[in-house]
């Protein structure tokens, strides 16, 4: 049986390697001689598509995409299967898990490549070559970019599928959260949001500005966590529509009948009040579907496990680019966490991260995502939260860390600290991005003596 990295390959193994050579000769000069022109060729298709051609107007992604496409048509000229494939079939299933993780279509990379493909065919075909080397070269070119789109695919493939079950396991566990206690949570939200609406309206502050439902805490939270919690419910999508309804027409009406009279005002307020009735029932229901479902905590720290960060980390950017809303990650790290193991053992370790999970879940909102990133390194995502706001945070988080006595198992007490870096999102789709950006700022932190906080530098700033 003909093995898997050999289907396709079948010219390029039966062509002697003196003509093999002098092919890869004449390719070489005509992708070089072209190479700008191709990346142009390949962004063109990517403009097609209205979702894609967003992410070329990220800078980064422009300069990293035109180098990597640069990169890659080089490749294909020092690629030889006969001395091993191994290396390039590697950088090939990086960029489709790249590819993946940011969701670029499949068909738009290949319609990219088969432009690519198309040109430097014309092209070879129009040089002062032996015709017979020309149509060599061609069939040679045909097969490797062929092969290297299929290797592409393959990753890209497995990546969207895995991707895929993890955004259904975690929508199942509904964020890990204890369902009576986010049910009953948001209930009071929604409830505080109604009060302070008539309290605006009949209270002693008459007169002030109605802030929006979808601006509320239960706002961000229904766009947030909800989305991911009850994916495809009928429910949620009521539950959303009746937070437009309200936004965009209860609550203007309400602001004109405010000067038209007290009849006008009590129907605008009782058709507000029986929207919202309707919204809580509706939540009854969405809750009710995800009771009892598996806990996806971590068991010490009661944050987020690390296997859904990709579902959510994606999400939140595709919801930032989309809305053109602040988006901030915090990297924390306790202090010389493998010192306190050692010194006063590994139940000392389990308090530490205990209260340190404490104090960061107490400085953020519901709508906000906390996961333990690893031993002793915990992620925040923050949303709607721009960065100068996340390192206030981060700062209130690292303050009241190291102002807290810890109560060890055997009756002693000891002080930790954390470093913290952060990263605001500045528009680039793939969320390891911004999450290497975190990482180096505590990278930082910790260089310059800990018990401190970075913020990430800027991109293309070293």
Same mark, same amino acid.
């Given at each position: 049986?003909?093995?898997?990295?050999?289907?396709?390959?079948?010219?390029?193994?039966?062509?002697?390697?003196? /003509?093999?050579?002098?092919?890869?000769? $004449? $390719?070489?000069?005509?992708?070089?001689?072209?190479?700008?022109?191709?990346?142009?060729?390949?962004?063109?298709?990517?403009?097609?598509?209205?979702?894609?051609?967003?992410?070329?107007?990220?800078?980064?992604?422009?300069?990293?995409?035109?180098?990597?496409?640069?990169?890659?048509?080089?490749?294909?000229?020092?690629?030889?299967?006969?001395?091993?494939?191994?290396?390039?079939?590697?950088?090939?299933?990086?960029?489709?898990?790249?590819?993946? @993780?940011?969701?670029?279509?499949?068909?738009?990379?290949?319609?990219?490549?088969?432009?690519?493909?198309?040109?430097?065919?014309? @092209?070879?075909?129009?040089?002062?070559?032996?015709? %017979?080397?020309?149509?060599?070269?061609?069939?040679?070119?045909?097969?490797?970019i062929d092969y290297a789109i299929r290797r592409m695919s393959q990753a890209y493939v497995s990546g969207t599928t895995r991707?895929?079950?993890?955004d259904e396991a975690y929508r199942l566990v509904s964020l890990g959260q204890d369902v009576s206690i986010e049910r009953e949570?948001?209930?009071?939200?929604?409830?505080?949001?109604?009060?302070?609406?008539?309290?605006?309206?009949?209270?002693?502050?008459?007169?002030?500005?109605?802030?929006?439902?979808?601006?509320?805490?239960?706002?961000?939270?229904? @766009?947030?966590?909800?989305?991911?919690?009850?994916?495809?419910?009928?429910?949620?999508?009521?539950?959303?529509?009746?937070v437009q309804q309200i936004d965009s027409v209860l609550l203007p009406k309400i602001n004109e009948a405010r000067s038209s009279?007290?009849?006008?005002?009590?129907?605008?307020?009782?058709?507000?009040?029986?929207?919202?009735?309707?919204?809580?029932?509706?939540?009854?229901?969405? !809750?009710?579907?995800?009771?009892?479902? %598996?806990?996806?905590?971590?068991?010490?720290?009661? /944050?987020?496990? @690390?296997? !859904?960060?990709?579902?959510?980390?994606?999400?939140?950017?595709?919801?930032?680019?989309?809305?053109?809303?602040? !988006?901030?990650?915090?990297?924390?790290?306790?202090?010389?966490?493998?010192?306190?193991?050692?010194?006063?053992?590994?139940?000392?370790?389990?308090?530490?991260?205990?209260?340190?999970?404490?104090?960061?879940?107490?400085?953020?909102?519901?709508?906000?995502?906390?996961?333990?990133?690893?031993?002793? %390194?915990?992620?925040?995502?923050?949303?709607?939260?721009?960065?100068?706001?996340?390192?206030?945070?981060?700062?209130?988080?690292?303050?009241?860390?190291?102002?807290?006595? $810890?109560?060890?198992?055997?009756?002693?007490?000891?002080?930790?600290?954390?470093?913290?870096?952060?990263?605001?999102?500045?528009?680039?789709?793939?969320?390891?991005?911004?999450?290497?950006?975190?990482?180096?700022?505590?990278?930082?932190?910790?260089?310059?003596?800990?018990?401190?906080?970075? $913020?990430?530098?800027?991109?293309?700033?070293?």
């Amino acid at each position: 049986m003909t093995p898997d990295r050999e289907i396709g390959l079948t010219f390029w193994n039966t062509t002697d390697q003196a /003509t093999r050579s002098k092919a890869r000769t $004449l $390719l070489s000069g005509v992708i070089k001689e072209r190479a700008d022109d191709l990346v142009g060729l390949f962004y063109s298709a990517f403009l097609e598509d209205r979702e894609a051609s967003a992410f070329l107007s990220h800078s980064v992604v422009h300069e990293r995409l035109s180098h990597s496409l640069k990169g890659w048509l080089f490749d294909l000229l020092e690629v030889d299967p006969e001395t091993g494939l191994e290396a390039f079939d590697e950088r090939q299933k990086q960029i489709g898990e790249i590819h993946a @993780r940011i969701k670029i279509p499949i068909h738009l990379v290949m319609a990219g490549a088969s432009l690519v493909k198309s040109d430097l065919c014309a @092209r070879l075909l129009e040089q002062d070559a032996d015709r %017979e080397l020309i149509a060599i070269a061609v069939m040679l070119l045909g097969e490797i970019i062929d092969y290297a789109i299929r290797r592409m695919s393959q990753a890209y493939v497995s990546g969207t599928t895995r991707r895929a079950q993890v955004d259904e396991a975690y929508r199942l566990v509904s964020l890990g959260q204890d369902v009576s206690i986010e049910r009953e949570s948001q209930r009071a939200a929604l409830m505080e949001w109604s009060q302070s609406v008539l309290f605006g309206l009949f209270g002693s502050a008459r007169g002030v500005h109605l802030e929006q439902i979808s601006q509320s805490t239960f706002g961000l939270w229904l @766009r947030h966590r909800a989305g991911m919690m009850f994916q495809g419910s009928p429910s949620l999508q009521s539950v959303e529509d009746a937070v437009q309804q309200i936004d965009s027409v209860l609550l203007p009406k309400i602001n004109e009948a405010r000067s038209s009279g007290n009849d006008q005002l009590q129907e605008a307020v009782g058709r507000l009040q029986t929207t919202i009735e309707e919204i809580k029932y509706l939540l009854g229901d969405l !809750f009710q579907s995800v009771a009892g479902m %598996e806990n996806a905590r971590d068991p010490l720290t009661k /944050t987020l496990n @690390r296997r !859904f960060l990709p579902s959510i980390l994606s999400r939140e950017i595709s919801l930032a680019n989309s809305s053109r809303t602040a !988006f901030t990650l915090l990297m924390i790290d306790v202090d010389h966490f493998k010192q306190i193991n050692d010194k006063w053992g590994h139940a000392a370790g389990d308090v530490v991260l205990h209260q340190i999970a404490e104090v960061i879940m107490d400085n953020v909102r519901l709508s906000d995502f906390v996961f333990r990133y690893g031993g002793e %390194e915990f992620l925040v995502a923050l949303v709607e939260t721009p960065e100068e706001r996340g390192a206030e945070i981060a700062e209130r988080i690292r303050s009241q860390f190291v102002a807290r006595p $810890l109560q060890l198992p055997d009756g002693s007490v000891l002080t930790s600290t954390v470093s913290i870096g952060v990263a605001g999102h500045r528009g680039h789709p793939d969320y390891a991005h911004l999450i290497d950006i975190a990482d180096k700022a505590l990278y930082r932190a910790k260089a310059a003596g800990r018990d401190r906080i970075e $913020l990430g530098a800027v991109e293309g700033v070293a």
